[in-house]
């Protein structure tokens, strides 16, 4: 499948180059004294973990439907979101507690020059957001959405970094725990960043009712179909990048059952034409009555 095969490419990308920042960070967080880099290092490795969980994921997820599985595979996409989140989380929490420590515990101010690694860490994670993110909207991937989120948090948890950095060096002697505080403001984006992946991976796993601009596009390509007069209920849930649709038409009263049954299928075949993103599709055929 396309998407799938773009998914993967993705993840490669955002895979690689967590565990290169991973490396700059905390080199650099460690001779440049700076807990904050060293944070961002943290969330960097939860960033490979994830990345590494999404791309298992995602190959699982490729996998056609079975007799076990009808609906395919693509639950296991919300599923992984959902750990994704869990590393983040945990990364807050070990961010915080460190911090806490560092600020009670005073250490000398960070050196200046790890401004300029955070300048360029910046740019880069915000510019890999944007990729991800426009690669989750094409393929319709919640578990790409969680890592695009987790490029933002970091570039984010950098941009916190880099004002503790700044007032550290710029104010300097009693200053030097605004490092510290940043990493903290820092785990607080984060866990609310977790939230913002969170709730829709779990509306993905509860079939909420989400996709009105998909049903209404559905609803004016059915009424094409020659024979359908108009729709009634019309259901879509996702499972990982596929749409599946229940969809019930109303048909002419009078024809025969194999009539109707012929609808159903140009029906059906319309849809997947239209719609390259759907995968089941359930048409109900109702007797009506025509509107003219």
């Given at each position: 499948?396309?998407?799938?095969?773009?998914?993967?490419?993705?993840?490669?990308?955002?895979?690689?180059?967590?565990?290169?920042?991973?490396?700059?960070?905390?080199?650099?967080?460690?001779?440049?004294?700076?807990?904050?880099?060293?944070?961002?290092?943290?969330?960097?490795?939860?960033?490979?973990?994830?990345?590494?969980?999404?791309?298992?994921?995602?190959?699982?997820?490729?996998?056609?439907?079975?007799?076990?599985?009808?609906?395919?595979?693509?639950?296991?996409?919300?599923?992984?979101?959902?750990?994704?989140?869990?590393?983040?989380?945990?990364?807050?929490?070990?961010?915080?507690?460190?911090?806490?420590?560092?600020?009670?515990?005073?250490?000398?101010?960070?050196?200046?020059?790890?401004?300029?690694?955070?300048?360029?860490?910046?740019?880069?994670?915000?510019?890999?957001?944007?990729?991800?993110?426009?690669?989750?909207?094409?393929?319709?991937?919640?578990?790409?959405?969680?890592?695009?989120?987790?490029?933002?948090?970091?570039?984010?948890?950098?941009?916190?970094g880099f004002i503790g950095?700044?007032?550290a060096v710029v104010f300097?002697?009693?200053?030097?725990?605004?490092?510290?505080?940043?990493?903290?403001?820092?785990?607080?984006?984060?866990?609310?960043?977790s939230y913002l992946i969170?709730?829709?991976?779990?509306?993905?796993?509860?079939?909420?009712?989400?996709?009105?601009?998909?049903?209404?596009?559905?609803?004016?390509?059915?009424?094409?179909?020659?024979?359908?007069?108009?729709?009634?209920?019309?259901?879509?849930?996702?499972?990982?990048?596929?749409?599946?649709?229940?969809?019930?038409?109303?048909?002419?009263?009078?024809?025969?059952?194999?009539?109707?049954?012929?609808?159903?299928?140009?029906?059906?075949?319309?849809?997947?034409?239209?719609?390259?993103?759907?995968?089941?599709?359930?048409?109900?055929?109702?007797?009506?009555?025509?509107?003219?």
């Open positions: 499948m396309p998407n799938s095969s773009t998914a993967i490419k993705t993840i490669k990308f955002s895979l690689l180059s967590s565990v290169l920042l991973a490396i700059i960070k905390g080199l650099a967080g460690f001779f440049g004294n700076s807990y904050a880099l060293i944070a961002d290092a943290i969330e960097s490795l939860a960033d490979v973990l994830s990345s590494v969980l999404v791309f298992f994921g995602l190959k699982y997820a490729q996998r056609p439907p079975d007799e076990n599985h009808p609906y395919g595979h693509g639950r296991i996409e919300p599923l992984v979101t959902f750990v994704v989140v869990g590393f983040l989380v945990l990364a807050a929490f070990a961010i915080t507690y460190q911090a806490i420590y560092n600020i009670l515990h005073p250490k000398g101010a960070p050196e200046a020059w790890t401004l300029y690694i955070l300048g360029g860490i910046i740019l880069w994670k915000e510019a890999s957001f944007r990729y991800v993110i426009n690669k989750s909207k094409e393929t319709g991937s919640s578990s790409l959405k969680a890592d695009a989120w987790n490029h933002r948090s970091d570039a984010i948890t950098s941009i916190a950095i700044s007032i300097g002697e009693g200053y030097e725990a605004a490092d510290d505080w940043a990493a903290l403001v820092a785990a607080a984006f984060i866990l609310y960043n969170f709730r829709p991976a779990l509306g993905e796993i509860m079939d909420e009712h989400a996709y009105d601009d998909l049903i209404d596009e559905i609803r004016k390509v059915a009424v094409q179909v020659d024979g359908i007069l108009y729709t009634e209920k019309c259901f879509v849930r996702k499972v990982g990048m596929i749409y599946h649709v229940d969809i019930h038409a109303s048909v002419d009263g009078d024809l025969t059952v194999t009539e109707g049954h012929e609808i159903a299928h140009q029906l059906k075949d319309k849809l997947k034409e239209e719609f390259p993103q759907l995968g089941n599709v359930l048409v109900h055929i109702e007797p009506g009555c025509s509107t003219s």
